[in-house]
């Protein structure tokens, strides 16, 4: 199975692709500048290749032509600084961009060709043939900081994705994610294969012209994170006629669940489970936040949970195949459940998300450690204990605060104490890692090991 | 409970505290119609502001409102706080 495969069932006049009312893409079209990239490309055959695009419309045109003719895709984020590490990691050989980058990558790079309506040679259809089952790398933030590397096959990213594509004619997605994310990945999956159009986001455009644009392509569905839709709720969204609403990445409260129940009435309300490492899990289709408390005994699609006595949420996922790409550590317990890292709590007959195992604070999609907030912390003069945790918040889902416990002769009451430390981590942090409410305490409990209590 | 003019002013000092401490300013026109995020912050700098707001004046319109809703201009973020404060 390759994405191209999806030319042979969708009528050649539907359109696929949009970035605005004016540049809208059939199948036909995409089709013929798929021929004409790889006909360009024909060295990458069998290769290891990472992708890296700032637009996320050139990703997508990256994947469409190497999925089923590069033997591996590492999907790099843009304006990520460990972009570096991450090529080296990932074992591949060719980087293909769509502009030479400013920094010099550990690997030869090669520039992908333009996308262009006027293609020559597209007439030589063996160059749609599968060469490989390409693999699909794709990055998590490990909780050391460090990428962790994640391959998957499409067969196991597409598996919960509907191939209807006479119901997939009515929906248009708009794409707010990057399409390097996890995330994004599924919003261009989904609507791919169900020969929907998808309406991408051009970079660097605000969210209220986005939001003007896949209005006037006629986007009737998106998927975002809970602080995206708030964003979203709070910004001008006149034009929106959604049919379908979904929300992932984060933790989706009650609150933002029924703003968007009484915004979008007739919209499909969805909140799914699903992350880099697990890959697609279930959703959640009731309009209440966290998950029924029977769908550990009714697994969901096929997809096993189980709760272990810390609360973790476990996975086990139906014929999927997804590994770590690199490094020895195995993804999966002896039964084939995946800790997902979250912690989950049983109130009433449904499980609540409470945050992260690791104590990671995810502010509005953000991952933010503790530890290294408060190394930071305690680098400034005068600070000798500090602890970080996450304060729960209407619109970011989290953010951070910090409790520092001072040196003797120190004088925390002082206006000068506060923000010449918020100036400090403003030196070294970035905005939604400084601690957002800092506070001075006598003591931070600390606990029998002598690390600072996290729960 | 303090009252609308204190509630009113302790907003707008703590969005300019925000504004300040981010390095950002405020739209040059900052007033009732302003809408939040065209206002020079964005979305993390108001969630700093509304957990600010909340340390001062001890509530959080948006966690207790049972009627869900977001505040897209400066009218309406300050409404959000006077009803609940009343």
Known sequence: MQLIDLFEDVPADRLLWAISPDEEYTASQLRAWCIHSRQTLLDLRGKKVAVLATGDFDLALMLLCLDGWAESLTLLTAGSDQISDAICASGCEVLLVRQQMEFA???????????????????????????????????????????????????????????????????????????????????????????SKLVFSV?????????????????????????????????????????????????????????????????????????????????VRDGREGFPARLLIEPPNGVRLRVDAQGHLWLKPLNSDQRLAHGKQELRDEDGFIDTGDVVELVGDRYQFRGRS???????????????????????????????????????????????????????????????????????LEPYKIPAILRVAESIPVSDTGKIART | MPNDSTIRATIETVIRQVADESGKDLAADFGEETVLLESGLDSLDFAIVVARLEQELEFDPFSADSNPWYPRTYADLVRAYESLGR
């Open chain 1, 203 to 283: 970079a660097g455009v605000p969210l209220s012209k986005r939001i003007a644009s896949f209005a006037a392509c006629g986007c009737n569905a998106l998927s975002a994170t809970p602080t995206l839709w708030r964003v979203l709720m709070m910004s001008d969204h006149g034009g929106l006629r959604l049919r379908q609403v979904t929300l992932g990445g984060e933790i989706a409260d009650q609150a933002i669940l029924d703003a968007l129940r009484a915004r979008f009435r007739d919209a499909n309300l969805v909140h799914i489970f699903a992350s880099t490492e697990a890959g697609v899990g279930f959703s």
């Open chain 1, 105 to 195: 990558p550990p690997i030869p790079v090669r520039v992908a060709p333009p996308f262009s309506l006027n293609v020559p040679n597209a007439s030589n259809e063996a160059l749609l043939d599968q060469h490989c089952r390409t693999r699909w790398v794709l990055s998590s933030s490990g909780t050391t900081g460090q990428p962790k590397l994640i391959s998957h096959s499409l067969s196991s990213l597409v598996r919960t994705v509907s191939r209807d594509l006479d119901r997939g004619s009515n929906f248009v997605w708009g794409s707010l994610y990057h399409v390097s994310s996890f995330a994004g990945i599924q919003v261009l999956l989904q609507s791919w294969f169900a020969g």
């Open chain 1, 358 to 428: 690791t104590g990671a604070i995810n502010v509005g999609g953000r991952k933010v450690h503790p530890q290294e907030v408060e190394s930071w912390l305690l680098r400034y003069p005068g600070v000798r204990l500090a602890r970080v945790s996450a304060k729960k918040n209407p619109i970011m889902g989290s953010i951070v605060q910090a409790t520092v416990v001072l040196s003797e002769g120190c004088d925390g009451a002082s206006p000068d104490f506060k923000s010449g430390l918020t100036r400090f981590c403003r030196e070294h």
